[in-house]
C-alpha cells in the first residue's frame, strides 16, 4: 500500500468547512483513497473512499487531484462533535485486503467554538 | 442495528492468568480482524479471519490466539498475559458490497490492562 503523509494536527471553527489534506504521491493506479475518523479511543469509522472522482456524501466531500497524488477531506460545516483523529489510507480493494487496513498516525482535529 | 460488540470492555488482569475477549458481529461478515492501539504507534492488526476456520497472522501475533468457529463471532484468546499487551483492544468486520468495496466495522474497544 502506498505511504500516506498527514499533517500532525489542525484546527477549525465550528460552522466553518474543515479541510483535511493528506499526501500520496506514490500511489497507484488501483488503489483508493479511504479516510476513516476515530473519535477519542472509539473505533474507528468510515468516513468515505475514492478512486479519482470527486466524492460526495451525507458526512463529507473528497477531492483528489488529477495526478492523484494528494487528496483533501471536506467537512462543509464542522461541529464539536467532528473532533477527532482523521486517517488518509490507501490500498488495493479486493478479498486480499479485506480483513485490514493499515492506519498511520492521522491527523487530529481539534474543533472549537 | 448493525454492530460489531466487544466484551468486556474494560479489563484488569494479573500476568499469567489466560483471558478471551469476545467480539461478535451481525452482519454476516465474511472478515474479521483484531487490531491493537498504542499511543505513539497506531492501529497494528493482531490476527484476521477471512471465514469459519480460516485464520491468519497480522503484524503483530505474538502472545496473542484467535479462533472462528462461528462467522458471527471471532474471540482474542491471551494464554499468558503481560504487562507489554496492555492496550487498547478493536475488533473489526467487513465483507464486499454490490461495488466491490470492503467498509470496516469496528466494536467500541477493549482497554485491557495487565499488571
Known amino acids: 500500500d502506498a505511504k500516506t503523509t498527514q499533517p500532525t494536527s489542525m484546527d477549525c471553527a465550528e460552522g466553518r468547512a474543515a479541510n483535511l489534506p493528506c499526501n500520496h504521491s506514490t500511489i497507484s493506479g488501483n488503489e483508493y483513497v479511504y479516510w476513516y475518523r476515530q473519535i477519542h479511543s472509539q473505533g474507528p469509522q468510515y468516513i468515505i473512499h475514492g478512486l479519482k472522482n470527486n466524492e460526495t456524501n451525507e458526512m463529507a466531500s473528497l477531492i483528489i487531484t488529477e495526478d492523484r497524488k494528494s487528496s483533501t477531506l471536506i467537512l462543509p460545516h464542522a461541529t464539536l462533535r467532528d473532533t477527532a483523529v482523521y486517517y488518509c489510507?490507501?490500498?488495493?480493494?479486493?478479498?486480499?485486503?479485506?480483513?485490514?487496513?493499515?492506519f498511520g498516525t492521522g491527523t487530529r482535529l481539534q474543533v472549537t467554538l | 442495528e448493525a454492530q460489531v460488540t466487544q466484551n468486556p470492555r474494560y479489563l484488569i488482569t494479573v500476568t499469567g492468568k489466560k483471558l478471551t475477549v469476545t467480539c461478535s458481529q451481525n452482519?454476516?461478515?465474511?472478515?474479521m480482524s483484531w487490531y491493537r492501539q498504542d499511543p505513539g504507534l497506531g492501529l497494528r492488526q493482531i490476527y484476521y479471519s477471512m471465514n469459519v476456520e480460516v485464520t491468519d497472522k497480522g503484524d503483530v501475533p505474538e502472545g496473542y490466539k484467535v479462533s472462528r468457529k462461528e462467522k458471527r463471532n471471532f474471540p482474542l484468546i491471551l494464554e499468558s498475559p503481560s504487562p507489554n499487551q496492555t492496550s487498547l483492544y478493536f475488533c473489526?468486520?467487513?465483507?464486499?458490497?454490490?461495488?466491490?468495496?470492503?467498509?470496516?466495522?469496528f466494536g467500541p474497544g477493549t482497554r485491557l490492562t495487565v499488571t
Open positions: 473489526a468486520s467487513s465483507a464486499s458490497d454490490r461495488r466491490g468495496f470492503y467498509e470496516q466495522y
Open positions: 489510507i490507501v490500498r488495493v480493494e479486493w478479498a486480499g485486503t479485506a480483513s485490514k487496513l493499515t
Open positions: 452482519m454476516n461478515h465474511e472478515y
